[in-house]
């Protein structure tokens, strides 16, 4: 566990007085608009998301879930990610990295650390299920933080 996800697991914050939800949707929202022009992950995204609108609600309805425990979200992105070809561990990070860079730049300091503290454990989570995916018996490897 590195220091930033230390640091967010020993703070108790009330989940909903974290961030606003215009703050989650700007989060949301400057980071997907960097994937697609991501010259390495936004093809991947493009060629696997018919409905850009709907998939950004859904997306943050899923972070304001996490960030302020809103209950908006209801789903299972590990089947629907292990069903992708061709994923590796690096896409995996560069995704990371990716939104590492998007949440700092945001103004909100506590909801940029937890916001990726859980996109590190949603990335190794989502990586692990993949793997498993496609050999059960594997004992997944880690993603290396950068």
């Known amino acids: 566990m590195n220091q930033m996800q230390q640091r967010v697991t020993q703070r ?20 997907y608009a960097r994937i697609r ?4 992950l936004g ?8 409905d850009w609108d709907r998939h950004m609600v859904n997306l943050a309805n899923f972070w304001s879930a996490v960030l302020r425990r809103t209950g908006r979200f209801s789903g299972a ?12 561990a690096e896409l995996f990070q560069r995704w990371l990295k990716l939104f590492r860079e998007n949440a700092v730049a945001q103004l909100d ?8 503290a859980t996109a590190e454990r949603i990335a190794q989570s989502l990586w692990a299920g993949y793997q498993l995916s496609r050999d059960p018996d594997i004992v997944p490897t880690v993603l290396v933080h950068g």
């Not at 989940?15 to 980071?31: D, I, K, Q």
């Not at 022009?37 to 390495?40: F, I, K, N």
């Not at 093809?43 to 018919?50: L, S, T, V, Y």
Request: glycine share 2%; with cysteine; aromatic share 6%.
């Open 12 to 31: 108790e914050w009330p989940r909903a007085e974290l961030c606003t939800e215009e703050e989650v949707s700007r989060l949301v929202h400057s980071f």
């Open 37 to 40: 022009q991501d010259e390495v």
């Open 43 to 50: 093809p991947i995204f493009e060629a696997h998301i018919d």
């Open 77 to 88: 992105p590990i089947p629907k990610h292990a069903a992708l070809p061709g994923l590796s």
């Open 109 to 116: 300091r506590d909801m940029s650390e937890l916001a990726c």
